[in-house]
Antibody, heavy 121, light 111 residues
Framework: EVQLVEAGGGLIQPGGSLRLSCAVS????????MAWVRQSPGKGLEWVSV???????AYADSVRGRFTISTDDAKNTVFLQMDSLRAEDTATYYC???????????????WGQGTHVTVSS | IVMTQSPLSLPVTPGEPASISCRSS???????????LDWYVQKPGQSPQLLIY???NRASGVPDRFRGSGSGTDFTLEISRVEADDVAVYYC?????????FGQGTKLEIK
C-alpha cells in the first residue's frame, strides 16, 4: 500500500529554517518524481517543488533560492529544507508522488495528509 | 503558465449538472499529443486527490458522472448529476512545464 506521511511542521520565526520530511512506503522515492504542494490558510493550492529520481529539481519562483528538495534512499524519505522563512510561507505542506514511469503525464497520484507550518514572531 | 478557473463559486441543486472552466495562458498540448491538464478535488478537511488526468482520463475510482474535456488552452470539468458528496473545491493544474501551476479553485456547494 502506498503511503506518504509528512512531519516537521511547527511554529518558526521569520528568517528561521525548518526541514519537512515525507516518509514513504509502497514505492522507492529515488525512482520516482516527488513533489511538494502547499496551501495557505483558507487559500488555494500552490505547487512548490519537484525532485526527479532523486536528482534534478525545480522550484516555484516564490521559494527558489530559499527552499531545497532532496531525497534519502536509505530512509525512503523526501525532504524540504526551508530557509529564510517568511510570513507568506505559512501553509499546510503536502507531499505528493507523480505518476510513475513509464506511464504518461506528470499528475500527482498520491498525497500525504500534510504538515502545517506557521511563520510568525 | 497562468491558470484561470471560472466560476470561483458554484451553487448547484442536487441532480443537476455542473461545469467548471479552466483556461491556461499557453497551450498545454505536449509533443506526445497529450494535454498536460489535470483536475484535483479537495473535500472539506481532506488532502487533495486526483480526479482527472491528461485532460480527460478519470482517476481510479472516480465515477463516470465526472467528465473532463478540452485541448490547448481551454478545458472543462463537468459533473452530470451533482450529489451532496460532491461538495468540495475543484482545482485544475497544468503539469506541462515547471513550475507547475494551479487554478484558483472552484468551490462547489449544494443549493
Amino acid at each position: 500500500e502506498v503511503q506518504l506521511v509528512e512531519a516537521g511542521g511547527g511554529l518558526i520565526q521569520p528568517g528561521g529554517s525548518l526541514r519537512l520530511s515525507c516518509a514513504v512506503s509502497g514505492f522507492t522515492v529515488g525512482s520516482n518524481y516527488m513533489a511538494w504542494v502547499r496551501q495557505s490558510p483558507g487559500k488555494g493550492l500552490e505547487w512548490v517543488s519537484v525532485i526527479c529520481n532523486g536528482e534534478s529539481a525545480a522550484y516555484a519562483d516564490s521559494v527558489r533560492g530559499r527552499f531545497t528538495i532532496s531525497t534519502d534512499d536509505a530512509k525512503n524519505t523526501v525532504f524540504l529544507q526551508m530557509d529564510s522563512l517568511r510570513a507568506e510561507d505559512t501553509a499546510t505542506y503536502y507531499c505528493a508522488r507523480e505518476v510513475p514511469p513509464p506511464l504518461v503525464g506528470n499528475h500527482l497520484v498520491s498525497w500525504g495528509q500534510g504538515t502545517h507550518v506557521t511563520v510568525s514572531s | 503558465i497562468v491558470m484561470t478557473q471560472s466560476p470561483l463559486s458554484l451553487p448547484v441543486t442536487p441532480g443537476e449538472p455542473a461545469s467548471i472552466s479552466c483556461r491556461s495562458s499557453q497551450s498545454l498540448l505536449n509533443g506526445n499529443g497529450y494535454n498536460y491538464l489535470d483536475w484535483y478535488v479537495q473535500k472539506p478537511g481532506q488532502s487533495p486527490q486526483l480526479l482527472i488526468y491528461l485532460s480527460s482520463n478519470r482517476a481510479s475510482g472516480v465515477p463516470d458522472r465526472f467528465r473532463g474535456s478540452g485541448s490547448g488552452t481551454d478545458f472543462t470539468l463537468e459533473i452530470s448529476r451533482v450529489e451532496a458528496d460532491d461538495v468540495a473545491v475543484y482545482y485544475c493544474m497544468q503539469a506541462l512545464q515547471t513550475p507547475y501551476s494551479f487554478g484558483q479553485g472552484t468551490k462547489l456547494e449544494i443549493k
